[in-house]
């Protein structure tokens, strides 16, 4: 690995229930519209949070549970835990089917992380979404189809880079995850125009990286 090589984030589990029962989708809060369910686990959450928006972008699905696990993936309770699972509730199985279709591919394609230094102990998401879908729409209470760009780095690395996004771009904070998350990074989801939100993530970059070079230059 070098810097700035990607690092491709993989789906550890991924099934199909055709027809819930009924008694499970209660619990789940299941419309009646809602019959079937996606339920998918990979080695990255955040790769998967914006994975599963970009499902419900191209199929009739909704999110219904997503949820990272505690301490990362090499703490996983078992081989097919990873770091998080979603769930994907649509009208029946192609409909469902097509979502995990759309979210594993965008999973395993453009969900990229990126390394900060050569033996990549120092990973970060520098990741802009053009259109939010129904799913990241709702967690930052913004329209459908807004552009964001979704950041997450180590703690101090990233509470560094977004004071430096933050004053790079004419953008706005719409959802923070102060450190330690689950998994001990930090996060932040900004929005504004398509423009700003690139130009944030390329500042939110520049300043890890440079962190990764001068850990101690204060």
């Not at 090499?74 to 089917?97: C, Q």
């Not at 395993?108 to 129904?134: K, M, R």
Request: net charge negative; with cysteine.
């Amino acid at each position: 690995m070098g810097v700035l090589d990607p690092i491709y984030a993989k789906p550890l589990a991924v099934r199909l229930i055709s027809q819930v029962a009924p008694e499970y989708a209660r619990v789940l809060g299941l419309r009646p519209d809602q019959r079937s369910l996606g339920i998918l686990t990979a080695d990255n959450d955040d790769a998967t949070y914006v994975s599963i928006d970009e499902a419900t972008k191209k199929a009739d699905v909704e999110v219904i549970y997503a949820h990272s696990f505690y301490a990362g993936a090499k703490h996983a309770s078992g081989p097919l835990s990873g770091e998080i699972i979603a769930m994907l509730a649509g009208p029946g199985p192609a409909e469902v089917r097509s979502g995990l279709d759309a979210a594993v591919q965008y999973l395993t394609t453009s969900a990229l992380w990126y390394s900060a230094n050569d033996d990549n102990s120092i990973a970060f998401f520098p990741h802009v979404i053009s259109q939010t879908g129904s799913y990241l729409s709702k967690i930052c209470q913004v329209p459908i189809r807004t552009p964001i760009a979704y950041l997450i780095a180590p703690p101090l690395e990233g509470a560094l880079a977004l004071d430096f996004a933050l004053k790079s771009a004419a953008v706005n904070i719409v959802s923070y995850t102060p450190p330690p998350s689950e998994t001990n990074f930090m996060g932040v989801i900004l929005t504004g125009d398509q423009s700003a939100c690139e130009a944030a993530a390329i500042a939110f970059q520049e300043m890890v990286l440079e962190i990764a070079l001068h850990p101690l230059d204060y």
